[in-house]
């Protein structure tokens, strides 16, 4: 009998299982060890940044009034508690200067416990602005993508002096990795433009998948958008399991994102591929929204998904319209592979107040795995989920071992979309 903790909300979930009645692979990615210095690893890469002049050349150069810092919001580990003050303090500019944007996306704005929590005493130094996508008056249109997007930013990034931005790189299953200019596309961006960033037919290409961003439209439609009104600067990190920062990459924004992902710290995140044989169990996180799905091609496919995953923020996360707005409705038109999805699987064809684009995936998945959900939502919002709802894993694989007979071939990913399996091609297969 042996014991793994599975990542679940800020706990873990232990589940035990019997070696003799399962043959359990657990895969985890590699953590590359933590700095014994972050600070000293800042001043470093912000003194010789990748094809960006030093910070604080860059402060001396513009000699800004306004400067505006787009972070993540409290829904994601950035530690801006420690990177706001330290940029702050590169830049030689009093704090009355300083907007910090929280790039909630369409999520609800990060409350002031929540602000504190990630922010720490600068929550109270810098003047912090929500931004929110609904918000007309504090939208400024910047520009429209190749692909005829709108690109809507907010007013305070717009209008500033200096534009800087954090983030950290974790595999993301849409855009490949996150950080770079996803911290102002679709962070601080208006709901049409993140409507537009997350449509069905761009969700649905192929190449919009997690650990691999150098063909991946999604990535190419944020550097586009973001490249009306681009960072002066960025600073992103990698962190370990303890969410320690590992690495630091600052400069350009395209550049810098570009340059970790090439580096010993980007190997170190890729390393967290793993192959396993088909046809297995395994665990992973549920995404916060039913479009994040991933659908398993080329990732782990057949057996049932059993997904441990906390959801503290669902309903907080879901896009909302003030009163009088109206919803946001699907697209009146889809491609005849949704169609022919949405045939396949009526319950899974768009409630109110969703795009078509989270249909796809949820459908793809479901087409090829059962999809089980251990969680503490609601049942009103596993019904949103669109999954099977367990309420015990460790009962639920034994009733599967039993069913199965002999050892059952179970794959654990403790670490959830940290870590990225992909298939091994089976034996003898061409």
Request: proline fraction near 8%; include cysteine.
């Given at each position: 009998m042996r014991t793994i903790d599975l990542a679940f909300g800020e706990g873990i979930l232990p589940l035990a299982l019997d070696?003799?009645?399962?043959?359990?692979?657990v895969l985890l990615p590699h953590d590359p060890p933590a700095l014994a210095d972050p600070a000293a690893a800042f001043a470093q890469a912000v003194e010789r940044p990748i094809a960006a002049p030093a910070l604080a050349e860059l402060a001396r150069t513009k000699r800004p009034k306004s400067v505006a810092i787009a972070i993540a919001d409290h829904t994601r580990p950035v530690p801006d508690r420690l990177l706001v003050p330290w940029l702050v303090e590169r830049l030689g500019v009093p704090d009355a200067a300083v907007t910090v944007l929280i790039g909630t996306g369409t999520h609800r704005g990060s409350t002031a416990a929540e602000l504190e929590r990630m922010l720490g005493p600068a929550a109270k130094r810098f003047r912090i602005v929500n931004h929110d996508c609904h918000d007309d008056a504090e939208l400024v249109h910047v520009g429209t993508s190749s692909c005829g997007g709108p690109c809507w930013l907010n007013r305070a990034w717009?209008?500033?002096?200096?534009?800087?931005?954090?983030?950290f790189i974790e595999p993301h299953f849409f855009a490949g990795f996150s950080g770079g200019t996803k911290a102002i596309v679709p962070g601080i961006a208006g709901m049409e433009t993140v409507r537009h960033f997350h449509r069905a037919r761009l969700i649905a290409h192929p190449a919009t998948t997690w650990g691999d961003q150098r063909r991946n439209p999604l990535q190419a439609l944020t550097r586009e958008m973001t490249g009306f009104c681009p960072a002066d600067f960025i600073v992103n990190v990698t962190?370990?399991?303890?969410?320690?920062?590992?690495?630091?990459?600052?400069?350009?924004?395209?550049?810098?994102?570009?340059?970790?992902?090439?580096?010993?710290?980007?190997r170190g995140v890729r390393a967290g591929r793993a192959r396993v044989p088909g046809g297995g169990h395994h665990q992973q996180r549920l995404p916060a929204r039913p479009e994040l799905l991933p659908d398993g091609e080329g990732h782990l496919g057949g057996g049932a998904h059993r997904r441990a995953r906390r959801h503290d923020h669902r309903r907080e996360r879901m896009p909302r319209r003030p009163a009088g707005r109206g919803r946001v409705r699907a697209p009146a038109r889809r491609s005849a592979r949704q169609r022919r999805a949405a045939r396949r699987h009526p319950r899974h064809r768009a409630h109110p107040g969703s795009t078509s684009g989270r249909c796809r995936p949820c459908c793809s998945a479901r087409a090829g795995a059962r999809i089980l959900l251990h969680s503490r939502l609601s049942p009103a919002d596993r019904a949103?989920?669109?999954?099977?709802?367990?309420?015990?894993?460790?009962?639920?694989?034994?009733?599967m071992q039993r069913e199965h007979g002999g050892r059952l071939p179970v794959a654990l990913l403790p670490r959830g979309p940290l870590t990225i399996p992909t298939l091994a091609a089976a034996a003898g297969a061409g």
């Amino acid at each position: 009998m042996r014991t793994i903790d599975l990542a679940f909300g800020e706990g873990i979930l232990p589940l035990a299982l019997d070696d003799a009645r399962f043959a359990a692979r657990v895969l985890l990615p590699h953590d590359p060890p933590a700095l014994a210095d972050p600070a000293a690893a800042f001043a470093q890469a912000v003194e010789r940044p990748i094809a960006a002049p030093a910070l604080a050349e860059l402060a001396r150069t513009k000699r800004p009034k306004s400067v505006a810092i787009a972070i993540a919001d409290h829904t994601r580990p950035v530690p801006d508690r420690l990177l706001v003050p330290w940029l702050v303090e590169r830049l030689g500019v009093p704090d009355a200067a300083v907007t910090v944007l929280i790039g909630t996306g369409t999520h609800r704005g990060s409350t002031a416990a929540e602000l504190e929590r990630m922010l720490g005493p600068a929550a109270k130094r810098f003047r912090i602005v929500n931004h929110d996508c609904h918000d007309d008056a504090e939208l400024v249109h910047v520009g429209t993508s190749s692909c005829g997007g709108p690109c809507w930013l907010n007013r305070a990034w717009v209008e500033a002096d200096l534009r800087l931005a954090t983030g950290f790189i974790e595999p993301h299953f849409f855009a490949g990795f996150s950080g770079g200019t996803k911290a102002i596309v679709p962070g601080i961006a208006g709901m049409e433009t993140v409507r537009h960033f997350h449509r069905a037919r761009l969700i649905a290409h192929p190449a919009t998948t997690w650990g691999d961003q150098r063909r991946n439209p999604l990535q190419a439609l944020t550097r586009e958008m973001t490249g009306f009104c681009p960072a002066d600067f960025i600073v992103n990190v990698t962190l370990d399991g303890a969410k320690r920062i590992t690495a630091v990459f600052a400069g350009a924004a395209v550049p810098a994102h570009d340059c970790r992902l090439r580096s010993g710290a980007g190997r170190g995140v890729r390393a967290g591929r793993a192959r396993v044989p088909g046809g297995g169990h395994h665990q992973q996180r549920l995404p916060a929204r039913p479009e994040l799905l991933p659908d398993g091609e080329g990732h782990l496919g057949g057996g049932a998904h059993r997904r441990a995953r906390r959801h503290d923020h669902r309903r907080e996360r879901m896009p909302r319209r003030p009163a009088g707005r109206g919803r946001v409705r699907a697209p009146a038109r889809r491609s005849a592979r949704q169609r022919r999805a949405a045939r396949r699987h009526p319950r899974h064809r768009a409630h109110p107040g969703s795009t078509s684009g989270r249909c796809r995936p949820c459908c793809s998945a479901r087409a090829g795995a059962r999809i089980l959900l251990h969680s503490r939502l609601s049942p009103a919002d596993r019904a949103i989920a669109r999954v099977e709802a367990i309420d015990d894993v460790a009962a639920t694989l034994d009733r599967m071992q039993r069913e199965h007979g002999g050892r059952l071939p179970v794959a654990l990913l403790p670490r959830g979309p940290l870590t990225i399996p992909t298939l091994a091609a089976a034996a003898g297969a061409g």
